[in-house]
T-cell receptor, first 109, second 111 residues
Framework: GIQVEQSPPDLILQEGANSTLRCNFS?????LQWFHQNPWGQLINLFY???GTKQNGRLSATTVATERYSLLYISSSQTTDSGVYFC???????????FGAGTILRVKS | DAEITQSPRHKITETGRQVTLACHQT?????MFWYRQDLGHGLRLIHY???????NKGEVSDGYSVSRSNTEDLPLTLESAASSQTSVYFC??????????FGEGSRLTVL
């Protein structure tokens, strides 16, 4: 099946810093999602981004499907950005999402 | 607002008991999924359904079952709970574009 790798596994930032999280996948996909799991455990949809670039406030994402990777940019980080960031892509057959292991982000004030 | 809800949010049970976790969505999505999340394993797919009367096994389906009698609900049943099934369980739904929306999770402890 498709493999999803995220990097870095852990990241510690000072409040106000910028960061880039990466998601590599082993097969061609027709969509990709980024999620934020907050410290309370909720999985929050950030982006549904099959290709191209999307922006939502301080966050933006870019997917280059032909090169099998996606990037999540966080600018001017805040302590509320802390948590785990997951990317997920669909399995070849159907709409079952396969998740990466996540990037644990800690933003310190 | 349409939403997806899980119940109970927290449950403690004993080994060997039957447990059912409920998942209800009001988006009228055909596709529904159950995942479990464990430290060191991330989110893994248990069962899924693409419509009424359709159910399929995911990668970690042993010891679990689901049924889909209507569009809105996909209950997850643990026939005989085991300590290895202590986990956080997430239900998700989607239209079929591949975009999924998750419930808030159900934390299950099996003693």
């Amino acid at each position: 099946g498709i493999q999803v790798e995220q990097s870095p596994p852990d990241l510690i930032l000072q409040e106000g810093a910028n960061s880039t999280l990466r998601c590599n996948f082993s097969d061609s996909v027709n969509n990709l999602q980024w999620f934020h799991q907050n410290p309370w455990g909720q999985l929050i949809n950030l982006f549904y981004i099959p290709s191209g670039t999307k922006q939502n406030g301080r966050l933006s994402a870019t997917t280059v499907a032909t090169e099998r990777y996606s990037l999540l940019y966080i600018s001017s980080s805040q302590t509320t950005d802390s948590g785990v960031y997951f990317c997920a892509v669909p399995h070849r057959w159907g709409n079952k999402l396969v998740f990466g292991a996540g990037t644990i982000l800690r933003v310190k004030s | 607002d349409a939403e997806i809800t899980q119940s109970p949010r927290h449950k403690i049970t004993e080994t060997g008991r039957q447990v059912t976790l409920a998942c209800h969505q009001t988006w009228n999505h055909n596709n529904m999924f159950w995942y479990r999340q464990d430290l060191g394993h991330g989110l893994r797919l248990i069962h899924y359904s693409y419509g009424v009367q359709d159910t399929n096994k995911g990668e970690v389906s042993d010891g679990y079952s689901v049924s889909r009698s209507n569009t809105e609900d996909l209950p997850l049943t643990l026939e005989s709970a085991a300590s290895s099934q202590t986990s956080v369980y997430f239900c998700a739904s989607g239209r079929g574009t591949g975009e999924l929306f998750f419930g808030e999770g159900s934390r299950l402890t099996v003693l």
